[in-house]
Structures are given as structure tokens and as C-alpha cells.
């Protein structure tokens, strides 16, 4: 059971290069979310997604799209990075169904440093 | 979405006993009182969830008053691998008719614990 996994762990982009962020879980989640966190920060919501084929904005989703095509992955997508989203990615997962209808927390992966230059 | 008030940083040292307290004045019926724990280069981890009084487990304790304006997570004799950031979290995170309701992190209390 590896719970909830990203990759890659780095990148270093280039300014208007385009690029993907694969998050896995193998929790059965029905929820999955993007969040980043910058220096000094908390963690800020960018997208979620409530079930598959779903997705939903978050908090600061501009400069970013994500795709929901199976139940056990998101993907972040940046069409066109810029130095502005430079940061850690998280993705985290959370809520199985067969556990009933309750307030269960989010699983978080280990992050992806991402650098644009 | 209820705001949380939480203390930027706290010192201790090894074998005392911490708590963090968060403020949540305008908590609502049905959310719940969730802390995550996050070490540097990793993903927060949760720790305890509460919705009244105080619920224990083999990490910590979660102390909530009657009026749950505020938590207090409480950790017993922290060594020097308790130093982290921990969150608290107000909120009911679970898909309803009227739609899915997200949760916020703060900065959260950066924990240092000393030798």
C-alpha cells in the first residue's frame, strides 16, 4: 500500500515550457486535490476533484488545468510555466466510500519541487 | 468557511508537554476540528480530528470546550522529532446536496523542540 504518490519529486522548467504533475492513489479515494505551498506559506488549494471525470477550482487555480480520466489519478497540468509558480506541489487524497458517510482527512504525497526559470 | 487563529511558532524542550492552541470563532455546526503534523520536505500527516470534548490517541490529545470556539492539541513529552509545523483545520469536508465544502491550511505553528 503506497498510499498517495507524485511524480516527478523535481523538475526544472524553463519560462513558457509546458508540463505535467502525475499524482497516484491506491486508497480507493473518491477526492483528490493540488495544492501548492510556498516559502513562509501555508498550503493553497489549486483544483480538487470529487469523484472521476469531475474537477473543481480551488483557491488559485489560474495558470494551471487538471484531468480526472481514473478514479486513482490527477494530473496538474501547466500549459505555459512562469517563475511565479515556482513551488512545492502536493497532492493529496481522501474519502473511502465504504468507510460511510463521514469527515475522513486527506492522505498527502511527499511533494514535487518544481523550479521555473 | 470558518477562519483559524493559530500562534506562528512555540519553544520547548525534550520531555515537556506542549499544546497548541487554535481559535475558531465562527466555527460551524457540522465542522469538525482537524490538526496536521508536517516535517520539512514532506507532505503534512494527519494527527487527530475532533468534533466535541477530547479525543486521545497513541500521538496526541484534541481538548475542544463546550462552545468550540477553540481546540487545543496537546502533546505529551515531545522529543526532539516532534519539532514540525502543525495545522489546524476547521471545516466539513464532505460532499452534501449544497456541494463540497474545501478546507483551508493557515500558516500553521512551527513547533521547535530543544535538547
Known amino acids: 500500500n503506497a498510499g498517495v504518490t507524485q511524480t516527478p519529486k523535481f523538475r526544472v522548467l524553463k519560462t513558457g515550457q509546458s508540463m505535467t504533475l502525475l499524482c497516484a492513489q491506491d486508497?480507493?479515494?473518491?477526492?483528490m486535490y493540488w495544492y501548492r505551498q510556498d516559502p513562509g506559506m501555508g498550503l493553497r488549494l489549486i483544483h480538487y476533484?470529487?469523484?472521476?471525470?469531475?474537477?473543481a477550482k480551488g483557491e488559485v487555480p489560474d495558470g494551471y488545468n487538471v484531468s480526472r480520466l481514473k478514479k486513482q489519478n490527477f494530473l496538474l497540468g501547466l500549459e505555459s510555466a512562469a517563475p511565479s509558480q515556482t513551488s512545492v506541489y502536493f497532492c493529496?487524497?481522501?474519502?473511502?466510500?465504504?468507510?460511510?458517510?463521514?469527515?475522513?482527512?486527506?492522505?498527502f504525497g511527499d511533494g514535487t519541487r518544481l523550479s521555473i526559470l | 468557511l470558518a477562519k483559524t487563529t493559530q500562534p506562528i511558532s512555540m519553544d520547548s524542550y525534550e520531555g515537556q508537554e506542549v499544546n497548541i492552541t487554535c481559535s475558531h470563532n465562527?466555527?460551524?455546526?457540522?465542522?469538525?476540528i482537524t490538526w496536521y503534523q508536517q516535517f520539512p520536505s514532506q507532505g503534512p500527516r494527519f494527527i487527530i480530528q475532533?468534533?466535541?470534548t477530547k479525543v486521545t490517541n497513541e500521538v496526541a490529545s484534541l481538548f475542544i470546550p463546550a462552545d468550540r470556539k477553540s481546540s487545543t492539541l496537546s502533546l505529551p513529552r515531545v522529543s526532539l522529532s516532534d519539532t514540525a509545523v502543525y495545522y489546524c483545520?476547521?471545516?466539513?469536508?464532505?460532499?452534501?446536496?449544497?456541494?463540497?465544502?474545501?478546507?483551508?491550511f493557515g500558516k500553521g505553528t512551527m513547533l521547535l523542540v530543544s535538547p
Open positions: 476533484s470529487v469523484g472521476e471525470g469531475t474537477t
Open positions: 486508497m480507493n479515494h473518491e477526492y
Open positions: 483545520l476547521v471545516g466539513d469536508a464532505r460532499v452534501r446536496g449544497s456541494g463540497y465544502s474545501t478546507l483551508t
Open positions: 493529496a487524497s481522501s474519502y473511502d466510500r465504504e468507510r460511510g458517510y463521514s469527515n475522513q482527512p486527506q492522505h
Open positions: 475532533g468534533y466535541k
Open positions: 465562527n466555527i460551524a455546526t457540522n465542522d469538525y
